[in-house]
């Protein structure tokens, strides 16, 4: 099984597969520490709460998702799989697509809700200027 | 003995290869049963993980504040400084050696080189070990030394600028000059035993800025979700790469009696952990990236 490449190609994969993943995850960590100030203190764009972290965390999923794609795709022979294989294992995982998309929309709602309650805890509430009512009762519904 | 037992596995690949497509034997897609079954099982672990570490994201983004990795990991054994993201990155580390050793081992394997499976799966082991022994370090720390629970967690970032009070909210002096803190910056409240229960020190701050401007609040702990999120998920991958320790123990003992060499499948067994192992490796890509990076 899995004879595509002679002894010698598939040792030197070995190694590119180490140095690749072990290149992107020092480049991450070091990338981390400057977008968060810890190597120039000034910047901080890492955790600017706007376009700048948008844009880090951008940079670190896509280097993250580049990493899986390798682990599955060399180190667990994925390329050497048949295509109904390959589909039936990814095609799934697009689900998650939706997912992440649904929860972070609802992760967000959490939080309006709370500091809407938090808003609304804090309302000081005014008594009415008259409590006298100014009509009449007549089965429970006020007329006039 | 390897030689009374010989290719009986073997045998059953080979017939069957004509006629209907269900009456057996025939492997379809080209992988065996067992390959097959096990990217199905990572298939559905890959939905349990990726459940948590969006119910992670979703918590994550229903809060104000939530508190900063560099700032929450930045222990490193024997060493007093700060030094963020340094020991997690070994870890890291640490299983793409085990990986690569791993893959290895399958090389080896498809040779029918037994001591070539041997050498490199114990080396993976020992890769996963030494995973496992950092884990341990990390939690120890968190959990005995800065006093993050399941339920309690005293890393918290300030939501507004603002000026350290005491109680009565007196400004409190060092060297002469308020202690100003800003939004965002993080916090630490450290615990104090009291009759073998923990208690977390009372800081007060008048906030100068944003909703709570001119009100003096008590400094709270952060998001309580973040202990249980980290120690539940943590420990989840901890123990996928415990039990694949286990696994790899059993099967390179296997491989050392000579029970895959009479087979003479190319070492499908190691093949199969080897799967495990890169998916255990796999979803620490992302645990890291979710945990430690963003």
Redesign the interface.
Known sequence: MAAHQSYEDQKKLVFYGLKLLGIITIVEVVFALFAKGHIVPSITFGKDGGFGQALYMLAMIGASLYKAYFIVFFFMHMSHEVRGLVFSVLLPLLLLVWAIIAFFQEGGRWGAAREQIRQKNQEVVQPAPSAKPTGYWLNGTMKG | MAETSVSHAHETHEHGTDGNLWDGGKE????SYGK?MM??F??SD??TF??FL??Y????????TWP?P?FVFASFPFVKAHW??VFV?FM??VL??S??T???AV?EG??ENKRGVVFWMFLTILGGATFLGSQAYEWTILIKYENVSVNRNPFGRYIADGVMVDESGKEIMVNGAPVNVKK?ESYLLHGHEHDGNVALEKKYVRYTSGAYAGQTHQVEEGPKAFGALFFFITGFHGFHVFSGVAFLTIIMINAMSGLYAARKN?Y?MV?KI??YW??V??VW??V??VF???
């Open positions: 379809p897609m080209k992988a097959l990217w199905y990572l298939v890959a939905f990726a459940g969006i119910a994201g979703a918590i994550r983004f229903s809060m104000p900063e560099d963020p993201l990155t890291t580390f793409i050696f990986s690569v791993m893959v290895r090389q498809h040779r965002d190319g499908e093949e080897g799967l890169h998916f490796d796999l890509v992302f890291f990236l430690y990076l963003l």
